[in-house]
């Protein structure tokens, strides 16, 4: 996802590409030739950062046509047991109920333990049993990373390590019809379970939105609580399972250990950072017209930058540019790239093989509770990807999402949006008013987009905290982002700032806001 107005980063992914600009071709001199006498696309704008050094790291290798289930890769299998509170998102002074969750994981180098984030998500305990063991052992989380599906645990008792060595993992893709083996936890009994089936796909796709990464399809049957746990060809690792296609028969989805090995270099530090991505809007360049639009002859292989991430003069791609190459791969009018004798994926799955020394944006989704503040009657919040497909899933979610198009709400329109400038958050009204005379007279007010406070244009969650501390006059004036304009809602700052304290007792809620904003509220006004 772009750096979207509901969480934005700043970013630099640095890759090496070819540029053709729609009416000339420039080579890396800067010297112009003629782009229907050029009998080849000239290598272009060259960004100077190395390609790949190894070609033969996504080569996939060949393996034995039949596995069998191996001792070593069981004995290294091993059941998660978390038990999670999840954020409630319109009410974010409070959490869900807890629930209950199992799944599965594998012993890595380190001491630690590799599984699915989403079995781990906002736990609050974290178990780990070993396969034919009885006692489970305490976890902590040392590091997720939601949108591609990772977490690594700590065990409080590292003993377990001394009998559980960790799982080799192979170097390199597996070949299409490869057989593999999966090992896992999943629902219907206790013990370990081990199906068999064989690779049948490999791309480079979306996992959680906005991240991508290389996903690989087998037809080995997977079920709840196998998430975690390995894949595995001829004893060494492959991927770890993390989905299956409902609806389907014998489709699962198994994260291959290029991803792995990415998530764990990258939280070597401690932090995780996030994956290199390119954000530009792409489109193909299968089309006549658009390749006589462009003055490109038919040796001109390339995707075509439609909507460029960034308009700023220093940022090197523009629109109707051609990317024709990336690295040392050739790119076709699709977009593609091969990989291999026998994969063909994106281009962009090499943009987080050369991306050095980037800033790399996080996905706002990283696992943490939802700030918010109360004034008076009203609970305000900063909007994630998650609000829109939660509102699906509520009483009446349809109707929700179809008021909100038809109103233009910035919930719907600018979902997966960049961000109009650095720091921008979308702020809405996350729950009904509290009851108090106060609101009296006005419209339920959620799930509205607020648009400015007393004339200022809300920039984010503080900011509008800030407008609000900050303000001496005798009125709150608050208007929505939406077709139409709705209400205005005024209050008197006074009144609303004396009422906040009884509204919060009244519907136990313990804090006014959550410790950051908090801390702006009780900071001193500039």
Not at 212 to 217: E, P, Y
Not at 368 to 386: H, I, K, N, R
Request: proline residues 8%.
């Amino acid at each position: 996802m772009p750096s979207s107005s509901f969480q934005s980063r700043a970013f630099a992914a640095l890759f090496v590409c070819a540029i053709v600009s729609p009416n000339h071709l420039v080579d890396a001199a800067g010297s112009e030739a003629s782009a229907s006498a050029t009998p080849t696309p000239p290598p272009g704008l060259i960004l100077q950062v190395e390609p790949p050094s190894n070609s033969a790291e996504t080569s996939p290798a060949p393996s034995a046509p039949h596995e069998t289930p191996s001792s070593a890769v069981e004995n290294s299998v091993v059941k998660v047991f978390s038990t999670a509170r999840y954020p409630d998102l319109y009410r974010p002074w409070t959490k869900l109920a807890p629930t209950e969750i199992s799944g599965s994981g594998v012993v890595i180098e380190g001491k630690r333990i590799l599984t699915n984030a989403h079995v781990v998500l906002y736990a609050s305990e974290v178990q780990v049993q070993p396969n034919q063991g009885g006692d489970k052992i305490s976890a902590t989380i040392e590091a997720i990373a939601p949108g591609i599906d990772l977490a690594v645990l700590k065990l409080d008792d590292e003993s377990f390590f001394e009998s559980h060595q960790p799982l080799p993992r192979a170097q390199s893709l597996p070949e299409i019809r490869d057989a593999v083996t999966v090992y896992g936890y999943p629902t219907g009994g206790t013990s370990l379970s081990v199906t068999k089936g064989i690779v049948s796909r490999i791309e480079f796709t979306y996992y959680n939105f906005p991240v991508s990464g290389v996903r690989i399809q087998i037809d080995a049957v997977m079920n709840p609580g196998n998430s975690g746990g390995p894949a595995a060809v001829e004893d060494k690792m492959i991927g770890l399972a993390f989905s299956h296609l409902g609806g389907s028969e014998n489709i699962g989805y198994i994260i291959p250990c290029e991803e792995i090995e990415l998530f764990l270099k990258d939280i070597a530090d401690g932090h995780y950072d996030g994956k290199p991505a390119m954000y530009d809007d792409l489109q193909t360049l299968e089309n006549p017209a658009l390749r006589s639009f462009l003055k490109l002859n038919d040796t001109v292989k390339g995707i075509v930058v439609h909507e460029p991430t960034s308009r700023e003069a220093s940022y090197p791609l523009k629109q109707w540019d051609v990317i024709t190459k990336i690295g040392d791969s050739q790119i076709d009018d699709q977009g593609m790239i091969k990989v291999g004798p026998n994969l063909r994926v994106r281009f962009t799955y090499l943009v987080q093989k050369i991306a050095k020394n980037g800033k790399l944006p996080l996905p706002d989704w990283e696992g943490t509770y939802p700030s918010y503040f109360v004034f008076g009657p009203l609970v305000f919040s900063e909007a994630t990807t998650q609000i829109v497909p939660g509102l699906a899933k509520i009483n009446k979610g349809a109707e929700w999402m179809l008021m909100l198009n038809y109103a233009g709400s910035p919930l719907m329109t600018r979902y997966g949006d960049k961000a109009a400038f650095p720091g921008e958050r979308i702020v809405f009204v996350s729950s009904p008013f509290f009851p108090h005379k106060l609101s009296k007279g006005y419209t339920n007010p959620n799930p509205q987009v607020v648009k400015a406070v007393n004339g200022h244009i809300i920039k984010n969650l503080a900011h509008l905290v800030e407008v609000l501390r900050d303000s001496k006059d005798e009125f709150i004036t608050i208007e929505f982002d939406r077709r139409g304009g709705g209400e205005t809602l005024v209050f008197p700052r006074n009144e609303m700032v004396a009422a906040t304290d009884a509204i919060l007792t009244d519907n136990g809620v313990r804090s006014q806001g959550s410790p950051d904003m908090l801390a702006i509220w009780t900071a001193k006004p500039r």
